[in-house]
């Protein structure tokens, strides 16, 4: 089990945008420095946070992007539901239902229990989470560091 690229990138763009405070904007350019991102893979995230309603862009000399509700308001699971799915929906048997059409085991399946269960834990740690929380965190853990200082 995987959290996609975007996912990661999506979060990390809004904790960027949520430290400067309540009406705080940041450009491209500046997230994508801060983060390490390319500009491109920003602005691809940045877009679909927008579609999604997490930030609003404007232009001008102060322009950029703003959070469109406070940073403890929003959050993790929302968004990692916005720009990734859940891993268990409605709709999980009919995607992997083999062959078939419909899945064989529908109506007597431990398997999709299993799934339930699992998303419903990860769901309780993400909706428990807000950006403003992960603002207040350490996102760099310390032995990150020093396995990073070793490679050079």
């Known amino acids: 089990m995987k959290f996609s690229t975007v996912e990661e990138f999506g979060i990390r763009c809004l904790v960027q945008i949520a430290r400067e405070g309540e009406g705080g904007a940041l450009t491209i350019p500046e997230i994508s420095h801060r983060e390490g991102l390319s500009e491109a893979n920003v602005a691809k995230v940045l877009r679909l946070l927008r579609k999604e309603g997490f930030v609003l862009a ?8 703003a959070l469109t509700r406070p940073a403890e308001q929003i959050f993790v699971g929302e968004v990692v539901a916005a720009l990734g799915g859940k891993l268990y929906d409605d709709e999980f048997c009919e995607r992997h239902s083999g062959s078939s059409d419909v899945c064989l085991h529908e109506g007597a399946c ?14 309780r740690v993400l909706y428990r989470k807000t950006i403003a929380g992960l603002v207040g965190e350490t996102l760099i853990r310390p032995e990150a560091i020093v396995r990073g200082a070793r490679r050079r």
Request: charged letters at 25%.
């Open 110 to 123: 431990g398997i999709q229990a299993l799934w339930e269960e699992v998303q419903e834990a990860i769901d």
């Open 58 to 65: 404007s232009r001008g000399k102060v322009g950029g992007y």
